[in-house]
């Protein structure tokens, strides 16, 4: 097996430091190790027979696809193809699956009609996000009246630079606080950071999304139900509650 890493800015050869602990503790287990710099060049390169890892910032759909031509070029595969990154990476690709479980969204890619939309939904109040992440700046992400999507809007794409994909409006759900918890699913097994048991809703996305490796995020609504609240690609996921050694014990 072979981790791929952002690599250093000023060293490329070395891993960036926010992926320097992963890397010295993948190479522990003795997998190999390379760095990816910001032309896409990889460090050592891949070897044939290779299977890759990337863990690293969030590529979009063209960033990946790049990096996958860049990986299979030296006869190496990634252990996530391009099709499954996008699969829990873009919210509209595992909403289908996972629809019974999540808060109700719909997904548009026209923003012109964002404000006609919101208005035909009826709802109290709505979060908005992009096809992958929501606003943390600005006003953030959660508005209460349909003609505040403009503004929302325009902050996403000053703060964030673009709004990747499209739109996707959530129907707003209170959730307890301090219980989200971030699961990682490895070849269709969950794992929580502590090894304590895994929620039912956990296992069931893990049957319900055929895809190597992603992560989920779990809360628990005012009324005691369990709800995922996100599904993301795990090598581009953070470790949310994980420290590096939970996360590098999943791959021993």
Known sequence: MRLI???DYFSPTQPDAQ???EAAAFAA???SV???DEDG???PAAEAGDTALYRGWMLDAAGYAALEAAVQATGAELLTSAAQYLGAHHLPNWLPLLADLTPETICF???DTAETRLRALGWDRFFVKDHVKSLKTGGGSLIERPEQIRTLLAEMAHFRGQIEGGL???RFEVFMPSTERRYFVVGGQPASADGSSVPEIVWTCAGRLALPFFSVDVAMRKDGALRIVEVGDGQVSDL???NVEQFVALWG
């Open 41 to 43: 060049r990889l460090r």
């Open 240 to 242: 949310v509650g994980w």
């Open 168 to 170: 996707c409006v959530r």
């Open 29 to 31: 287990l003795g997998w």
């Open 109 to 111: 890619t026209d923003l």
């Open 5 to 7: 890493v952002p690599a």
């Open 19 to 21: 992926y320097a602990g």
């Open 34 to 36: 390379s760095t990816l």
